[in-house]
Nanobody, 123 residues
Framework: VQLQASGGGLVQAGGSLRLSCVAS????????MGWFRQAPGKEREFVAA????????YYADSAKGRFTISRDNAKNTVYLQMNSLKPEDTAVYYC?????????????????WGQGTQVTVSS
């Protein structure tokens, strides 16, 4: 599986961004997807995940109510809509695909990672 993330940038606090991740190399609808982030000096952390069909979604507490994960299986793409952004959301955001096809919240459940896209939120 190859993953290509995009959509990051610089935004003011309270603003919005939509991240995209295009997948290739395996039938997209057969596996869930996750988004993680890593801030400087911190460990990579779970943000959100979505099931293979898109009917189930999971969020970190920090993302609930502000972020929405979705997918378009016809376009082999997963999205992360981020609203009401805060300076503490500043990080490199990674999309990832799990080895088993079931998207969980642990970093070690994922074998395939995109290159990351930088999100910077200014105060």
């Amino acid at each position: 599986v190859q993953l290509q993330a995009s959509g990051g940038g610089l935004v003011q606090a309270g603003g919005s961004l939509r991240l995209s991740c295009v997948a290739s190399g395996r039938t997209f609808s057969t596996y869930g997807m996750g988004w993680f982030r890593q801030a400087p000096g911190k460990e990579r952390e779970f943000v959100a995940a979505i099931s293979r069909g898109g009917s189930s979604t999971y969020y970190a507490d920090s993302a609930k109510g502000r972020f929405t994960i979705s997918r378009d299986n016809a376009k082999n793409t997963v999205y992360l809509q981020m609203n009401s952004l805060k300076p503490e959301d500043t990080a490199v955001y990674y999309c990832a695909a799990p080895r088993t096809g079931v998207a969980g919240y642990r970093v070690d459940e994922y074998d395939y990672w995109g290159q990351g896209t930088q999100v910077t939120v200014s105060s």
